[in-house]
């Protein structure tokens, strides 16, 4: 399993942006799926967005499509979700996940590894 480890979080007004990252300690990084999943207060953990192995596949969650967006660096071993336009419901802890298979999966047993995560939290 690849040690992650978010950064990025933090408080932002609504409307406003953010940038996570997820550095990954693993060797083989490049061959990871790798997505953000989050845990709003009183939820369950849902899926944000995921991107393939080779970066060329994204998925997105229906309350976050059109404005976040994940990339990866697979030279720093990162993978970033950029959220635009954020709402008070976007508050919550975020993490990050990586799955060995190289394919994005929407549900939680897919991944292998996971970050400890980082709080986000929007408002005025």
């Known amino acids: 399993q690849a040690h992650l480890v978010e950064t990025g979080g933090g408080l932002a007004q609504p409307g406003g942006s953010l940038r996570l990252s997820c550095v990954s300690s693993g060797r083989t990084f490049g061959d990871f799926a790798m997505a953000w999943f989050r845990q709003g207060p009183g939820k369950e953990r849902e899926f944000v967005a995921g991107?393939?192995?080779?970066?060329?596949?994204?998925f997105y969650g229906d309350a976050v499509r059109g404005r976040f967006s994940i990339s990866r660096d697979d030279t720093k071993s990162t993978v970033y979700l950029q959220m635009n336009g954020l709402k008070s419901e976007d508050t919550a802890v975020y993490f990050c996940?990586?799955?060995?298979?190289?394919?994005?999966?929407?549900?939680?047993?897919?991944?292998?590894?996971w970050g400890q995560g980082t709080q986000v939290t929007v408002s005025s």
């Open positions: 996940a990586g799955a060995r298979a190289g394919i994005i999966d929407l549900i939680e047993p897919g991944y292998d590894s």
């Open positions: 991107i393939n192995w080779s970066g060329r596949s994204t």
